[in-house]
């Protein structure tokens, strides 16, 4: 069976001089990156390369992380905003009613009386709350992905149940 790669992460700016690296964009914590050890880099061109995780820890609301044979800064700096891909069969169960980001990606948005909102694109954590992107009648829209109005996600029926704040869907 063929290896399913998925987005776990972008390559951020690099910290010191040591070859550490920010991992932004990622819902991994430390000790689930370190239970995949391998992944695979994207850079914009379409170049790849193979990465080992050396180690990894948290700061603030990102990762840091280094990889053997990027021991300098100028070494990691050829990373950055690069992407990091990982074999989704490596991913550790993230446990009973938890999904991984990239497994909301591609389902559909629905209210609480069943109407279509849209599909989710991406998500974000960057700001106070966690939001889906949504795709909305050829429109980008960004849902709250908390309760009270994320209702239920179930990743079999490929199907998110939200109910948004009054006047979300009409701005």
Not at 63 to 72: C, P, Q, S
């Amino acid at each position: 069976m063929p290896t399913e790669f998925v987005f776990l992460g972008r390559v951020g700016r690099t910290h010191g001089v040591g070859g550490e690296i920010y991992v932004d964009r990622t819902s991994l914590t430390p000790d689930e990156w370190r239970a995949m050890g391998r992944f695979e880099w994207r850079g914009r061109g379409g170049e790849t390369r193979p990465l080992v995780l050396h180690e990894i820890r948290a700061a603030h609301d990102r990762l840091l992380a280094t990889f053997e044979g990027i021991g300098d800064r100028e070494s990691a700096a050829k990373l950055v905003n690069g992407e990091l891909w990982g074999d989704a069969a490596r991913l550790p169960d993230p446990g009973p009613g938890v999904a991984y980001t990239f497994q909301l990606v591609g389902l559909k948005v629905v209210d609480t009386e069943g109407r279509e909102i849209g599909t989710v694109r991406d998500y974000s954590s960057a700001a106070a709350q966690p939001l889906f992107v949504v795709e909305h009648d050829g429109r980008e829209i960004f849902l709250p992905a908390y309760e009270p109005f994320l209702k239920r996600v179930d990743l079999a029926a490929g199907l998110i149940v939200v109910d948004p704040p009054p006047g979300l869907l009409e701005l």
